[in-house]
């Protein structure tokens, strides 16, 4: 299960890492912020 678990956030970690780029980091923020 930890084994899965690890994978897990590995893969969520490259696909954030990914996508950071194409995010409108102002919007971001905002969404947070609101």
Request: hydrophobic share 45%; glycine share 0%; no cysteine.
């Amino acid at each position: 299960a930890k084994d899965i678990k690890v994978s897990e956030v590995d893969f969520n970690s490259e696909f954030i890492v990914r996508i950071i780029p194409k995010l409108d980091w102002s919007t971001l923020w905002k969404a947070a912020e609101s």
